[in-house]
């Protein structure tokens, strides 16, 4: 079953095809970085616009030179910018209802750990995922292909964000996550001290405010003493270290002791953080052959993830209408559709869930 994939659910506009969940036939993604980096964020409206203008373009590269017929159409339908999912799902809508294919919504979070499915061809659930990108931090037992517990996550900010926040504040542009870790790679990951905070009663949970308002306290102090040579005064290299080492920790922490609590041997990173170099090399001296990173252009926000997962929802029975909605939140435990069928439907469009 070969399906096109649409992913708008952020800052990457990204179109796919991915036979039987496993094979990517075909995969472009094009990042909008340069656009917000001006604004130092996301802008959700132009986001939404580029999207837009992307999206056409962007799919006939992705069908070109494709050898066989596409059997259906998949987008990201929830969590992330209401704007931006709502372009994709939309553009979706109307290339399954043109061809007469069948509609599959996506949730991102789902999507990201489907990416090591496409790494890896003999991965198979039960296994333990961590979800860590700029908008969600989660710690998920992944039961079967369309079924999840959480076990945990942030209370606050996403890990994500907590670097990009930090890079902003030492003026490191937007999204400051790659260049933030890069900084920190000369530094002393010793020398200044961060918090790693525990939440009571919730051994998995995470928190990453506290660690970034430490940050801003250390900037503001610095500033107020030295003005503009703010940046001399501190070893910005050993703040990055020190400041990773922090995340990382508490990252590393919480993965380990939910696996090992929840008895899972297998543990999957996933999201745009597993790129962090200092978190991937903390992960494997704890957890050896045990951890599995997808490669980082399977990391970042992609389609051939969502492809991936939207086949195994397809198995699942999986069919949305053309009233299908999009969810700036959503639960990944939670169907998009809320009708499973019990047994699996022929791929006939626009059937099952309405
Ligand atoms: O998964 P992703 O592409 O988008 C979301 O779904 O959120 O993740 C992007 C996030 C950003 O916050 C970015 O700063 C972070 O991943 N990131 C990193 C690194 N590379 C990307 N964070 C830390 N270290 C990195 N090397």
């Not at 939309?90 to 599959?104: D, E, S, V």
């Not at 496409?118 to 037992?141: D, K, M």
């Not at 308002?213 to 270290?241: C, E, F, I, M």
Request: charged share 15%; aromatic share 8%; proline share 5%.
């Amino acid at each position: 079953m070969n399906i096109l994939a649409f992913e708008t659910s952020c800052d990457e506009t990204a179109v796919a095809v991915v036979r039987d969940g496993r094979e990517i036939l075909a995969s472009e993604v094009l990042s909008q970085t340069d656009l917000h980096a001006l604004y130092g964020g996301v802008v959700p409206e132009i986001a939404s616009r580029s999207h837009l203008e992307a999206l056409a373009p962007l799919t006939a590269k992705a069908l070109s030179g494709m050898e066989g017929g596409v059997d259906a159409v998949a987008a990201t339908a929830a969590p992330g910018l209401i704007g931006a999912l709502l372009v994709g799902l939309n553009f979706a809508k109307g290339y399954a209802m043109a061809l007469g294919l069948p509609l599959i919504p996506v949730h991102h979070i789902r999507g990201h750990i489907a990416a090591a499915y496409l790494a890896e061809p003999e991965l198979e659930p039960p296994f333990f995922a961590a979800v860590v990108s700029g908008g969600n931090t989660l710690l998920i037992e992944v039961l079967g292909y369309t079924e999840y517990r959480v076990a945990g996550g942030t209370r606050d900010d996403a890990a994500g964000e907590a670097f990009d926040k930090a890079a902003r504040l030492l003026g490191l542009g937007y999204p400051g996550g790659a260049a933030l870790s890069r900084l920190a790679e000369t530094g002393d990951d010793t020398k200044y001290a961060f918090p790693r905070a525990a939440i009571q009663d919730a051994p998995f949970d995470m928190s990453f405010s506290g660690v970034k308002t430490a940050l801003r306290n250390l900037v503001h102090n610095a500033k107020q003493l030295y003005g503009d040579g703010w940046t001399d005064a501190l070893d910005l290299p050993s703040v990055a270290a020190s400041y990773q080492k922090a995340v990382v920790d508490v990252l590393v922490s919480r993965i380990v002791a939910a696996a090992d609590a929840l008895a899972y041997h297998t543990v999957v990173l996933a999201g745009g953080v597993a790129a962090n170099r200092k978190l991937c090399a903390e992960l494997r001296v704890r957890l050896g052959s045990r951890i599995h990173i997808p490669p980082v252009y399977l990391c970042g926000d992609n389609a051939a993830m969502i492809g991936s997962q939207a086949y195994y929802e397809a198995l699942a029975g999986v069919r949305a209408p053309l009233s299908q909605n999009a969810y700036a939140t959503y639960g990944v435990e939670k169907a998009l559709c809320q009708i499973q069928a019990k047994t699996i439907p022929p791929l006939s469009p626009f059937r099952g869930c309405g």
